[in-house]
């Protein structure tokens, strides 16, 4: 009798600990019945800068990818020549009396051409004040490839609105970034989604089977990382045929940023399967009689599947980078397609930067995406971690 009561007390002691007393012991136990999965999610919340990264790259993509004729303010082609280099026309609550407006407005333009210099020149006129509105009518777009529509998301019903400038060309820079980062952040995932197919493959094959086989991938492996990345690139890029579409080139270009990547993935995978052909549920379906490429499908490629998912988003903002890097040089994506890289081709020039500052806007969206994706991997990275806390 004396034992039982003693059991019922240390019970009760026990609950209370938990309860109340530890903590940290009633947290590990609440851990311990969660899945992998929700372990891995609930590690990837406490980064706040994980998350940050991953909301500005679903507005980044919502905008520029999937409705960028919603977002943008006119077609992104359309020239205007007497708003040639035009300076950003900034919203404002407060005009120049003073005076507060609940409706944000825009200033209008006095152009007039400077004989002397043979060029436009742009100053802001304070008795011209233009109420921006949302909704309003334009340019007619594509909506989702399939509709069309005239809706955009904000502008002016008269005059003129470029929210960060215009080009040499006269053409809405704004415009022009949204359908630039459609192509910039694209090629990033069509090049990457190419990488794992390459990297995870051939990773495989070389780490599962070894001998002659893993000796020519790893020569292959190693000759490729020899090459320096802008000579190749430019090298691989000069095949594409002149009278190609401005699609194939596209395409062409998310195929050659392919080639180089996917050898660093590759390696990584063939590390990881080394460790996994000698566990002990590789060899027990070895004893069953398991074919190569059950084992390779159902045993290995799961168990570094987390870590492909981890490398191929911290591939992304090279992948946008060397996109960057080959339009800015002539030997990417051409005109009329427009990418990031493209509408930095006009900043090249020292005096062009100083006099139109605007023309650089476009590189703090590339600078804004590859920090995004960053922070994004480096989440995925501690949350598949299994020893991060």
Same mark, same amino acid.
Request: a positive charge; aromatic letters at 10%.
């Given at each position: 009798m004396a034992n039982e009561k003693l059991d019922m007390s240390n019970e009760a002691l026990d609950s209370l600990r938990t309860r109340?007393?530890?903590?940290?012991?009633?947290?590990? =136990?609440?851990? =311990?019945?969660?899945? %992998?999965?929700?372990?891995?999610?609930?590690?990837?919340?406490?980064?706040?800068?994980?998350?940050?990264?991953?909301?500005?790259?679903?507005?980044?993509?919502? #905008?520029?990818?999937?409705?960028?004729?919603?977002?943008?303010?006119?077609?992104?082609?359309? %020239?205007? =020549? %007497?708003?040639?280099?035009?300076?950003? %026309?900034?919203?404002?609550?407060?005009?120049?009396?003073?005076?507060?407006?609940?409706?944000?407005?825009?200033?209008?333009?006095? #152009?007039?051409?400077d004989m002397a210099r043979f060029s436009w020149v742009h100053e802001i006129d304070t008795d011209i004040k233009r109420p921006i509105r949302f909704f309003v009518r334009g340019d007619e777009y594509s909506l989702l490839t399939f509709f069309t529509s005239s809706i955009r998301l904000f502008g002016v019903e008269e005059g003129t609105f470029f929210p960060m400038g215009t080009d040499r060309l006269g053409r809405c820079l704004y415009s022009r970034i949204i359908y630039g980062g459609q192509i910039s952040l694209t090629v990033g995932l069509i090049g990457v989604a190419l990488t794992i197919i390459l990297g995870s493959v051939l990773g495989t094959i070389s780490g599962y089977y070894g001998g002659l086989v893993d000796n020519l991938i790893q020569r292959l492996v190693e000759l490729l990382m020899s090459f320096p990345d802008i000579p190749l690139w430019a090298a691989l890029a000069a095949i594409v045929p002149a009278h190609w579409s401005p699609l194939h080139v596209f395409f062409a270009i998310s195929v050659i940023l392919s080639l180089k990547n996917w050898t660093g993935l590759a390696r990584q995978v063939r590390a990881k399967v080394l460790a996994y052909r000698e566990e002990d549920y #590789?060899?027990?379906?070895?004893?069953?009689?398991?074919?190569?490429?059950?084992?390779?499908?159902?045993?290995?490629?799961?168990?570094?599947?987390?870590?492909?998912?981890?490398?191929? #988003?911290?591939?992304?903002?090279?992948?946008?980078?060397?996109e960057t890097a080959l339009s800015f040089l002539g030997l990417g994506i051409q005109p009329p397609i427009t990418s990031w890289g493209v509408l930095l081709q006009a900043s090249q020039q020292v005096s062009v930067v100083i006099a139109q500052p605007w023309l650089m806007i476009p590189g703090l969206f590339v600078v804004m995406a590859v920090l995004a994706f960053n922070f994004l991997g480096d989440g995925i990275r501690d949350a598949v971690d299994p020893y991060s806390r």
């Open positions: 109340h007393l530890d903590p940290e012991l009633k947290d590990l =136990e609440k851990k =311990e019945s969660l899945s %992998q999965t929700q372990l891995m999610w609930r590690r990837f919340l406490k980064n706040k800068l994980a998350i940050a990264g991953g909301i500005v790259l679903i507005i980044l993509y919502v #905008t520029m990818v999937v409705f960028p004729g919603f977002f943008s303010t006119y077609d992104f082609t359309a %020239q205007r =020549e %007497q708003h040639i280099l035009a300076p950003p %026309q900034v919203p404002r609550f407060v005009d120049a009396e003073g005076n507060w407006s609940l409706r944000p407005f825009v200033y209008g333009y006095n #152009t007039r051409l #590789t060899m027990a379906a070895h004893a069953m009689g398991a074919k190569d490429s059950r084992i390779i499908l159902i045993h290995m490629l799961p168990n570094a599947f987390s870590h492909i998912i981890v490398i191929a #988003t911290l591939s992304i903002p090279g992948m946008i980078l060397a």
